[in-house]
């Protein structure tokens, strides 16, 4: 059974910096990708970053500049730092984990349970 753990989350003024962290425990062949997403409130859920096993990251064009996404593979943990954060980052954050239980085989998808991000004055 993997598990992933969110944490970090909270309520912040605008302006304001978090640092989110994903846990991950349990059987783990190997990582292909850790990723952050959102989702608002009436509101898909929508990508946010991602890293890759070989340490490439990706992001939303709207967090480009502000957010970070690093992983620390010694802890099996990914963290998300968000800087100058905007009432329109108001949203669940879930932590994604692409990976196998075997080698070669097939990629499994895996979701934290989410930590709530909220900016507001």
């Known amino acids: 059974q993997v598990q992933l753990v969110e944490s970090g989350g909270g309520l912040v003024q605008p302006g304001a910096s978090l640092r989110l962290s994903c846990v991950v425990s349990?059987?783990?062949?190997?990582?292909?990708?850790m990723g952050w997403y959102r989702q608002a409130p009436g509101k898909q859920r929508e990508l946010v970053a991602v890293?890759?096993?070989?340490?490439?990251?990706n992001y939303a064009d709207s967090v480009k500049g502000r957010f970070t996404i690093s992983r620390d593979n010694a802890k099996n943990t990914a963290y998300l730092q968000m800087n100058s954060l905007k009432p329109e980052d108001t949203a669940v954050y879930y932590c994604n984990l692409n990976w196998r239980a075997r080698w070669g085989g097939p990629i499994i998808t895996s979701w934290g349970q989410g930590t709530q991000v909220t900016v507001s004055s």
């Open positions: 890293i890759t096993s070989g340490g490439r990251t």
């Open positions: 349990g059987s783990i062949d190997s990582i292909n990708a």
